[in-house]
C-alpha cells in the first residue's frame, strides 16, 4: 500500500486531542496519587471511585485504540527524503514509544485502580519518568523540523486544510 501524501483530518484531531488530554493527566498527576495513598494507608475505602484522572485515562485508551487502527488502515505520510537513516529510525522508535505509553499507561492505571494493586501503580507512576522527557524531546524534534530543518513536517500536522 502507498503510504498517504498526508495526515488525514481525523489523525490531526486525534493527534492534538490526546496529547492535550495527556497534558491534562500530567497535571491531575498529584491529585490522583494523593487520592491513591489514602486507599493504600486505609485513610478512605480502597474502591475504585469515578476521578477525572481515571475517566480521562480511560478515553485516551479508547482514542488511542482508534488512531491506531485508523493509522494501520489509512497510514502516514513518509517522512521528509532529507531525514538521515539514524534521524528517520529514532523518529519511528518515539512514535512507537508513545504508543506503548498510550496503551500501557491506561492499561497499569486501570489494573491498579479496578483491583486496588500497588505494583502497577508504581509501574505507572515510573512510567511518567520515561513519558515527560519523550513529550519534551519530540516537541523540540518538531520545532528543529520546522524552524532549521524547514521541513512540512510541523505544517502536516496542523494544516486544516489538507482533508
Ligand atoms: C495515558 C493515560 C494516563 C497518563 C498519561 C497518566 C499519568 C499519570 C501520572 C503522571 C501520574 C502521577 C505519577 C506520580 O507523580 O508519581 C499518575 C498517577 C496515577 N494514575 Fe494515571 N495516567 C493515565 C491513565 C490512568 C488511568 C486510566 C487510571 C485508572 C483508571 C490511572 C490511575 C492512576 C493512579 C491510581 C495513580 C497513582 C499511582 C501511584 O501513586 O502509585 N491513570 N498517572
Ligand atoms: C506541543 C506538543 C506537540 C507537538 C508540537 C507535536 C508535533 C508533532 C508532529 C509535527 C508530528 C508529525 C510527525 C510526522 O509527520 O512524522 C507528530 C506526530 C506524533 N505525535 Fe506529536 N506533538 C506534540 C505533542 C504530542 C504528545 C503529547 C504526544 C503523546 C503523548 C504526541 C504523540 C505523537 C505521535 C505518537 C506521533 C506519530 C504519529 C504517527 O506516526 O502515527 N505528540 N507530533
Excluded: C
Excluded at 490531526?12 to 493527566?25: G, K, R, S
Excluded at 505520510?77 to 508513545?98: G, N, V
Excluded at 491498579?112 to 519523550?134: C, E, M, N, R, S
Amino acid at each position: 500500500m502507498a503510504s498517504p501524501t498526508n495526515f488525514s483530518r481525523t489523525q490531526i484531531v486525534l493527534h492534538w486531542l490526546i496529547a492535550a488530554l495527556v497534558v491534562f493527566q500530567v497535571i491531575s498527576g498529584d491529585a490522583i496519587t494523593s487520592l491513591w495513598q489514602q486507599r493504600m494507608e486505609g485513610t478512605i475505602a480502597n474502591e475504585a471511585i469515578p476521578t477525572p484522572h481515571t475517566i480521562i485515562g480511560i478515553a485516551i485508551l479508547l482514542l488511542v485504540i482508534a488512531r491506531l487502527i485508523i493509522r494501520l488502515r489509512r497510514g502516514i505520510p513518509d517522512l521528509p527524503a532529507s531525514e538521515s537513516a539514524l534521524m528517520a529510525k529514532i523518529a519511528r522508535l518515539t512514535h512507537w514509544l508513545f504508543y506503548l505509553l498510550l496503551l500501557g499507561m491506561p492499561l497499569s492505571g486501570i489494573t491498579a485502580w479496578f483491583f486496588g494493586l500497588q505494583i502497577p501503580a508504581t509501574t505507572h507512576a515510573l512510567a511518567k519518568y520515561v513519558l515527560i522527557p519523550l513529550v519534551l524531546l519530540h516537541i523540540a524534534a518538531a520545532m528543529a523540523h520546522h524552524f532549521v530543518l524547514k521541513t512540512d513536517v510541523m505544517r502536516r500536522m496542523v494544516d486544516w486544510k489538507q482533508g
